[in-house]
C-alpha cells in the first residue's frame, strides 16, 4: 500500500437500511426502501427493527475482521436523520449517534480511518420512485443536509479517526442528451450545495479533514471546481460499482480487463478537474450474466476482475469495496466473500 492511501470497505446498509443488504427486513412488510418500511410497521415496530438490527449487523468484531484482513478504513453512510433531533422530519426515523461514536472508537483502537458519507441520493428516486431535482428530496431540506454536515464534522473534529466526510453517498447529476435533459439534480445546484458545505466542514472541523464530492457520474464535468487555492483537501468520488450503459462481453479475462480499462478511463478523466479522485464503491459483481458459463468460471472470472481493480486503483488516494456485509453473503458484493481467497499483502 502507498503511503497515506485507504484500502477500506463500505458499512453500507448498518445504519440505514438497505433491502440489497439485508432482504429479510424488508420482505414481510413488502417495502423497497426504509421510508415504505417505516409506513408499512409503524414508527414503535419499525423503532424495534432498526434497533436490533444495528445492534447486532455490524459489531466491534466487524471492525476487529476488518483490520485483520488488510484493510485500513471504512465508509460509514450516515443517515440524514442520524440526530435525532424530534424535528419534523425526522419523526418516526430513529436517531443512531451512539453508533457513530462506537465506530469511531473502534476503528481508532484497531488503527483505522473512518469517512462519514451523508446517505442522501440528489437527483435519485425520491417517494413514489420519481427522480427529483431538489437535493435528495421532498422531505429533506438543503438546510437540513447542510445541518448534520456541519454537526458530524463538529462533533468528530479533535478526533484521530476522522478522516474527512463525503458530502453525500450516490449523486444522479441532470445531463443533456441532444435537446433534452435527463432526469436528475441540475449540476449548478450541486455545485452550490457542495460549496456551502465545505465551507460548514472547515468552519467546524479546520482544513485537516478531506471533503469529497460525489462525481454525480460525470466526471468529466468538474472542470476546476473547488480546485483553486482557496480549497485545501478536497477530492472527487468516482463509483465503479455501476453496470455499464453499453453491452460488454466479459465472457473471458480478456473481456473482464476491457472493463477495468473502461473504469481506468473514468477515473482519468475525473483527474482532469486537478483533485484527487478515490473510489467509493467498487465491488467483484461482474456486470453481464453469461448463461453459458459455469458457477466455477464466473467465479474464476469474478477473481480475475477483482485483482485486476486492486492493481488498478492503486494509485487512488483511497478505494471502498461495496460492502463489508450482506445477510445472503451476496458473492460480488460482500467483501467476506469476494476478497477471502485474497492475501492480506494483496490488500494492503
Known amino acids: 500500500m502507498a503511503d497515506g492511501t485507504l484500502h477500506g470497505v463500505n458499512l453500507t446498509g448498518w445504519l440505514s437500511l438497505e433491502p440489497w443488504v439485508t432482504p429479510e427486513l424488508f420482505a414481510e412488510a413488502g417495502a423497497l426502501d ?29 471492525f476487529v475482521r476488518i483490520a485483520s484482513r488488510g484493510f485500513n478504513a471504512v465508509r460509514l453512510p450516515v443517515p440524514w436523520y442520524a440526530f435525532g433531533d424530534g424535528s419534523a422530519q425526522t419523526i418516526g426515523f430513529v436517531g443512531c449517534m451512539e453508533h457513530v461514536d462506537n ?18 441520493n440528489p437527483g435519485g428516486p425520491g417517494r413514489g420512485g420519481e427522480a427529483t431535482h431538489d437535493l435528495a428530496d421532498m422531505r429533506l431540506s438543503r438546510e437540513r443536509a447542510l445541518d448534520v454536515v456541519f ?16 458530502l453525500a453517498d450516490d449523486v444522479v447529476s441532470q445531463r443533456r442528451l441532444g435537446l433534452t435533459l435527463t432526469e436528475g439534480m441540475p ?53 465503479l460499482d ?23 478511463r473514468q477515473l482519468r478523466e475525473a483527474a482532469r478537474a486537478g483533485m484527487p479522485v478515490m473510489v467509493g464503491k467498487w465491488s467483484a459483481a461482474l456486470p453481464i450474466a453469461d448463461s453459458a458459463m459455469t458457477p466455477e468460471g464466473r467465479i474464476a472470472l469474478e477473481r480475475v476482475f477483482t485483482s485486476e481493480q486492486i ?20 458473492p460480488g458484493w460482500d467483501a467476506r466473500v469476494a476478497m477471502a481467497t485474497f492475501e492480506r499483502g494483496m490488500i494492503a
Open 34 to 62: 426504509e421510508d415504505a418500511l417505516l409506513k408499512e410497521l409503524g414508527a414503535r415496530n419499525y423503532a424495534e427493527v432498526v434497533r436490533r438490527h444495528r445492534n447486532s449487523f455490524i459489531t466491534r468484531d466487524d
Open 311 to 330: 492493481a488498478a486503483y492503486e494509485k487512488a488516494p483511497a478505494w471502498f469495496f461495496n460492502t463489508w456485509k450482506t445477510s445472503g453473503l451476496l
Open 151 to 166: 454537526r458530524l464534522s463538529k462533533r468528530y473534529a479533535s478526533r484521530m479517526g476522522f478522516f474527512g466526510i463525503e
Open 103 to 120: 465506530a469511531l472508537d473502534w476503528a481508532e483502537e484497531l488503527g483505522l480511518k473512518v469517512i462519514f458519507a451523508l446517505a442522501i
Open 187 to 239: 449540476v449548478h445546484l450541486l455545485r452550490n450545495y457542495y460549496r456551502e458545505a465545505y465551507e460548514l466542514v472547515r468552519h467546524a472541523a479546520g482544513e485537516e479533514p478531506v471533503v469529497i464530492m460525489p462525481d454525480g457520474g460525470i466526471p468529466g464535468g468538474w472542470g476546476r471546481f473547488m480546485a483553486q487555492r482557496h480549497y485545501c483537501n478536497v477530492w472527487l468520488d468516482c463509483h
Open 242 to 264: 455501476r453496470r455499464p450503459t453499453t453491452r460488454v462481453d466479459v465472457s473471458g479475462p480478456s473481456g473482464v480487463r476491457r472493463l477495468v480499462e473502461r473504469n481506468s
